[in-house]
């Protein structure tokens, strides 16, 4: 009888702050009791409010009550401990509504520790420990608790399912085993788990394999990234000390031909002073004599004009030439036709050379692109959604509610737009095109052209196929044909009627699939693509012609 009442001395001496005995037990007015440091650090937090309060009934105290320790209490705790009893559960270990609770507690039901497959019934800790100890239930099988043990029983006959048809593929039991399952192939469900578990054994080393294979990748990719960027940095590093050094170059001849200007400057200077200097000592010279030629001129005294006269000495002939070659303003021009034709020279090594540089940067993403896809599964996971546009429609053509599948009309469409097509039956996607794309394209009873095309029309009665920038494949009844750039080429394949286009803009790939129960390669495209890329569609008679954009 004393252990019957010891859980109601448990529940006493328990703290409901730390869920565990109490410590220093103190009583507040309240009448709970608690450990002496739960309930003070419970105030502590109070404090601010300066308002206390009871951690259960949340009566309120003006003042915080003086604690003082419940010998009673403490005297119960100590006889609990010498017993050598456990306290009574804390509420974390009863069963809540999202917990499988034991089928064998009354009252309230403890969580469930083990579930068995055998009783069909969860057990907490205590009840599970016949499990433990009988031989009877040695046999049994103890699994994480579970809320679906019911499943495990056949509806139609309450029995437990311990067989698996492998026909209908789903668990029975004995007599639905000799029932309707008795012409099946079946085997026990231990078997079929055990077979299972295999393939799941199995399928697990591939993703190890896999995941093993993905991260060495990764290894190598992170060793390419160092070496691209250790690369790059030497190569703009080198590429500026070139460039700096073509720099300083460029200004020394700069300096060089400054100096050289200059100095036939000064001496074309010099030559004209000289002149001018000359010229000035001329001019003074004749100055003088016109003087002497005025004032003897004037002389009235006949005598005195004729014995002067023969006085003057004639004029002297200058020792440098009278006239004077003016050399024009652009006497330097020759100078800056030079220089313009260094300079020219020089743009076009330099954008011969970039184009080199450009060029081998496109070949650095090819190498970095990842292998083209081999199978029709691994094409699936670039399938792109791509949608038909209306408004480049031709008017002869109608487009279904999804702008997926088109159609080719006898009597033409009178709306008006102003980027239609008009008089070639074809239309463009709405999207662009980058990237890795795949898709997919079936075609009605008529001709069509797949087209991937650069928008490099200007009017609306452009083709979208045949010019430089489009590749096309043409899908007709006995054959395929190619078009690159007006040049049909016929292409050998198995004949299909939907094809596979996959694009792999960076690496410059453009390929072409038949799709029967396997993909055959029709023609695989590898260029440089420059601009964004659209997909298009060209259908040919009869009236009732479609081609579609495949959902995938």
């Not at 994480?144 to 789903?170: A, G, W, Y």
């Not at 055990?194 to 991260?215: A, G, H, K, P």
């Not at 014995?307 to 020759?334: A, V």
Request: aromatic share 6%.
């Amino acid at each position: 009888m004393a252990q019957q009442g010891n859980p109601l001395d448990q529940e006493r001496i328990s703290c409901s702050l730390c869920l565990d005995l109490l410590k220093d037990p103190v009583t507040i007015p309240c009448g709970h009791s608690y450990c002496m440091s739960c309930v003070n650090t419970h105030w502590d937090k109070e404090d601010e409010k300066k308002l206390h309060s009871c951690p259960q009934c949340r009566q309120t105290f003006t003042q915080r009550p003086v604690l003082g320790k419940s010998t009673v209490l403490a005297d119960l705790v100590e006889e609990l401990k010498k017993s050598g009893l456990q306290p009574a559960p804390s509420d974390h270990c009863y069963a809540g509504p999202e917990d499988v609770a034991c089928d064998f507690c009354t009252g309230r039901k403890l969580k469930a520790f083990k579930s068995c497959l055998v009783c069909l019934a969860s057990y907490c800790e205590k009840h599970l420990q016949p499990h433990y100890e009988s031989r009877t239930f040695e046999k049994h099988k103890l699994v994480d608790p579970s809320k679906k043990l019911l499943d495990n029983i056949c509806s139609l006959h309450d029995e437990v399912m311990k067989i698996f048809c492998r026909t209908d593929q789903q668990s029975i039991c004995y007599l639905c085993f000799m029932d309707e399952h008795k012409d099946h192939d079946t085997v026990s469900a231990a078997a079929e788990r055990t077979e299972r578990q295999r393939e799941l054994e199995v399928s697990r080393l591939n993703i190890q394999q896999r995941i093993q294979d993905r991260e060495e990748g990764v290894k190598l990719l992170q060793q390419e990234e160092e070496n691209i960027n250790l690369s790059a940095d030497k190569a703009v590093k080198d590429s500026e000390k070139i460039f700096t050094q073509l720099i300083r170059l460029m200004e020394e001849r700069s300096s060089d031909v400054k100096q050289q200007v200059r100095s036939q400057q000064r001496a074309e200077m010099s030559r004209v002073k000289d002149l001018q200097e000359k010229k000035q000592q001329d001019i003074s010279e004749l100055k003088r004599r016109d003087v002497e030629v005025q004032e003897l001129s004037h002389t009235e005294d006949l005598n005195q004009f004729l014995q002067n006269y023969p006085s003057g000495s004639p004029l002297s002939e200058s020792t440098y030439s009278s006239s004077i070659n003016i050399r024009p303003l652009s006497c330097f021009e020759d100078v800056t036709a030079t220089v313009s034709e260094v300079r020219d020279k020089l743009e076009k090594v330099l954008r011969e050379e970039g184009s080199k540089v450009l060029l081998t940067g496109t070949e650095l993403d090819v190498l970095l692109s990842e292998p083209e896809p081999k199978t029709r599964a691994e094409f699936l996971q670039y399938s792109s959604k791509i949608t038909l546009d209306p408004n480049s429609a031709d008017a002869h053509l109608s487009l279904s509610k999804g702008n997926k599948k088109v159609t080719f009309n006898g009597a033409p469409n009178e709306e008006k737009q102003p980027e239609r097509f008009t008089d070639i039956f074809q239309v463009l996607s709405r999207e662009s095109l980058t990237g890795r794309c795949y898709w997919e394209v079936e075609k009605g009873h008529g001709g069509v052209n797949i087209v991937v095309t650069c928008k490099e029309h200007k009017t609306t009665n452009a083709k979208i196929a045949g010019h430089q920038k489009s590749w096309t494949l043409g899908i007709f009844k006995d054959r395929y044909e190619l078009r690159l750039n007006k040049v049909r080429t016929p292409v050998s394949g198995p004949r299909s009627s939907r094809v596979g286009v996959y694009l792999d803009y960076r690496a410059g790939v453009l390929s072409f699939y038949s799709i029967t129960e396997t993909m055959t390669l029709l023609h695989r495209v590898k260029t440089t693509f420059t601009k964004p890329l659209y997909a298009g569609i060209q259908l040919f008679h009869p009236a009732g012609n479609t081609a579609e954009l495949c959902k995938l």
